[in-house]
């Protein structure tokens, strides 16, 4: 990945706030909408969700998942072309006696600090998505596949 592309995926993960995300539902592909915050370490994506939600229970019985964060559309670019990236990945709930809980709480917080009431609502979870690839598409033949320890440093610009 060129300098170029990694600024440009960066740009995208730390500037969109919001994903879509695949879950496994009933043995069927099932698309929805979280807000994410990205861990300080770069190791993880938080979200935080209700357990009435339909992607929750997916994520509880099939942890494997998918997170895709588009750039904002532009008039002078194709469809087609709008950078994106697809994040494949574990969710593992992070429960508040957990390791990490309040690490990933407060990265998501300083993220939506709007939010902060929700976090005394029982219903609602947190979940760190660990990614083990990502596909980067900046534009027409410009895609590549990223290891999870290159997207730590693209995203801690090490």
């Known amino acids: 990945m060129n300098p170029d592309q990694a600024t440009a995926l960066r740009d995208i ?3 969109q706030q919001i994903a879509s995300l ?5 043995g069927e592909p099932f698309v929805s ?4 915050a990205i861990l ?7 979200i935080h969700v209700s357990q009435l939600a339909t992607h929750t229970k997916d994520m509880l019985l099939n942890p494997g998942v998918s997170l895709l964060v588009i ?4 008039s002078e670019v194709p469809a087609q072309a709008t950078a994106r990236v697809t994040i494949q990945g574990q969710a593992r709930l992070c429960a508040d006696s957990t390791q990490g809980y309040a690490e990933a709480k ?9 939010t902060a009431k929700m976090f005394s609502f029982a219903d609602f979870s947190l979940f760190v998505i660990h990614p083990s690839s990502a596909r980067f598409v900046g534009g027409f033949a410009r895609a590549t596949t990223i290891a999870p320890e290159v997207l730590v440093n693209i995203l801690c610009k090490r």
Request: glycine share 10%; proline share 12%; net charge neutral.
């Open 71 to 74: 750039a904002l559309p532009n």
């Open 40 to 46: 300080p370490d770069g190791d993880g994506f938080v």
């Open 106 to 114: 407060t990265a998501y917080l300083s993220r939506f600090p709007q």
């Open 13 to 15: 993960l730390q500037t």
């Open 33 to 36: 909408m979280v807000p994410y």
């Open 22 to 26: 695949g879950t496994l539902h009933k």
